[in-house]
Structures are given as C-alpha cells and as structure tokens.
C-alpha cells in the first residue's frame, strides 16, 4: 500500500464518527477499504458481515441498523463480554474470576451486582 493511501485510510479512521458504517458512505469505499478503516478504529483486525462487524475470534464488537443505531461490544482475551453500549447511551460492564465465572456487573442505570 502506498503512504498517500496509507494516510488517506488513517485519515477516515480518525474523521469517522458513530455511527461508523454510516459515516463511512460519504466516502464511497469498497468492502475491503472499510474493513481497513474500522480495524484502524476498533485496533485490531477485523471482518464486516451484513452491517456487522467481527473480530478474529468471531465475537460480534459493532453492530448497527440502517438507520443509524449501533451497539459496541468489547471482549476479553477468554472472549467473554465485559463492555457493551449503544447509540441511547446504555452501557454495562462485567467482570469475570480465574474460572470464567461472572463476579461483577454495573449499568448504566446504576444497577451493580457485585458476586465477589
């Protein structure tokens, strides 16, 4: 890849705001060209599958409607779920002993399970 190219890819990876597919029309990129930009995004490679986006152990990190609502996930190295918000402002989080066993959950509404 060339660095003119290369810079334009880290440009749009840098101008883009959620919702990320959609800001991504604008520019007119093929698939690959997208994938390029969101592994920018999300720092770390990447698959894109009907308005979905994986990383490389299948787990779903960005999903988003046609119309503009998205969700973010964010995954452990064991590949267990420990972030998760949306385009209404809702998030959670969630925390995991040695065993894989959930200790610990915090909402946005301020519910917290604490199990340790």
């Given at each position: 890849?060339?660095?003119?190219?290369?810079?334009?890819?880290?440009?749009?990876?840098?101008?883009?705001e959620l919702?990320?597919?959609?800001?991504?029309?604008?520019?007119?990129?093929?698939?690959?060209?997208?994938?390029?930009?969101?592994?920018?995004?999300?720092?770390?490679?990447?698959?894109?599958?009907?308005?979905?986006?994986?990383?490389?152990?299948?787990?779903?990190?960005?999903?988003?409607?046609?119309?503009?609502?998205?969700?973010?996930?964010?995954?452990?190295?064991?590949?267990?779920?420990?972030?998760?918000?949306?385009?209404?402002?809702?998030?959670?989080?969630?925390?995991?002993?040695?065993?894989?066993?959930?200790?610990?959950?915090?909402?946005?509404?301020?519910?917290?399970?604490?199990?340790?």
């Open positions: 890849m060339n660095s003119k190219y290369k810079k334009y890819i880290e440009y749009i990876a840098r101008d883009i919702p990320y597919l959609k800001s991504l029309e604008q520019y007119g990129l093929k698939q690959d060209e997208m994938v390029m930009v969101l592994s920018k995004v999300f720092n770390q490679p990447v698959t894109i599958r009907n308005n979905r986006v994986y990383n490389t152990n299948g787990n779903e990190i960005y999903f988003e409607y046609s119309y503009g609502d998205w969700v973010k996930r964010e995954y452990d190295i064991n590949g267990k779920l420990i972030y998760s918000e949306n385009s209404n402002g809702n998030w959670y989080k969630r925390e995991y002993d040695t065993n894989g066993n959930e200790i610990y959950r915090e909402r946005s509404d301020g519910v917290i399970i604490d199990n340790r």
